[in-house]
């Protein structure tokens, strides 16, 4: 018992719960079992220790991250403007317009 050609090894489950959440099951337990690079060192030793919670076997990094990958999309992408200082040049124009609205409200209270 254990594999199926639909469902590989979610055919543990048996005929329960449907083939469609198997197959999402499927998916989510391929994408954790999956070898991850370190932070730290960068060696592909992070095992997943509880959801959201990775240690590196080599170095012992202890890190959070995603409930089954140590780096979501939306956390990618905010690591990746805050190294390129990107997130501050937007800023500047958030300032202005808000102070701009004040000014507004200010002059309309008067």
């Known amino acids: 018992m254990g594999r199926t050609k639909k469902v590989s090894d979610t055919g543990r489950f048996g005929p329960r719960y449907g083939v469609g959440i198997r197959k999402r099951i499927l998916k989510i337990e ?11 060192c960068g060696a592909e030793k992070v095992k997943r220790l509880a959801a959201g919670m990775f240690t ?14 140590p780096e979501t999309l939306p956390g990618g992408a905010v690591k990746k403007m805050v190294a390129q200082k990107s997130f501050s040049q937007g800023l500047e124009e958030i300032i202005e317009s808000e102070e701009e609205q004040l000014e507004g409200t200010e002059e309309q209270e008067n």
Do not use: L, S
């Open 56 to 69: 590196c076997t080599k170095c012992g990094h202890k890190f959070a991250g995603g409930a089954y990958v």
């Open 30 to 40: 391929q994408k954790q079992k999956k070898k991850f690079a370190c932070p730290a």
